[in-house]
């Protein structure tokens, strides 16, 4: 099974994070599949930059978003609920 996760970067106490579709079984900072793109929290407004339709493309082939992905995307402005366009 394939999932849309945060893979941990930067400095300690000063983390950003990539989005990546990655294998279940693989660690959290380790083997991906692939980048869709980054979120840096520690800005105000936060930054979020995901590439939407390579992320609608890995939804529609069975990746599972994590419940923080999936609301990043909503903020990114991917409606979860109509996929087809």
Same mark, same amino acid.
């Given at each position: ?9 930067? @400095?300690?106490?000063?983390? !950003? ?5 990655? %294998?279940?079984? !693989?660690?959290?900072? =380790? @083997?991906? +599949?692939?980048?869709? =793109?980054?979120? %840096?929290?520690?800005? /105000?407004?936060?930054? +979020?930059?995901?590439?939407? /339709? @390579?992320?609608? %493309? ?11 992905? @999936?609301? &990043? ?6 409606? &979860? *609920? *109509?996929? *087809? =366009?």
């Amino acid at each position: 099974m394939v999932k849309i996760r945060l893979r941990r970067m930067g @400095k300690r106490g000063r983390p !950003s994070y990539r989005v990546v579709v990655a %294998d279940v079984h !693989s660690p959290r900072d =380790g @083997k991906f +599949i692939d980048i869709l =793109g980054f979120y %840096d929290p520690i800005p /105000e407004p936060a930054v +979020i930059n995901i590439d939407l /339709e @390579k992320a609608k %493309d890995w939804i529609r082939k069975g990746a599972q978003p994590t419940d923080t992905v @999936k609301r &990043l995307l909503i903020q990114a402005g991917l409606d &979860l *609920n *109509n996929l *087809n =366009g």
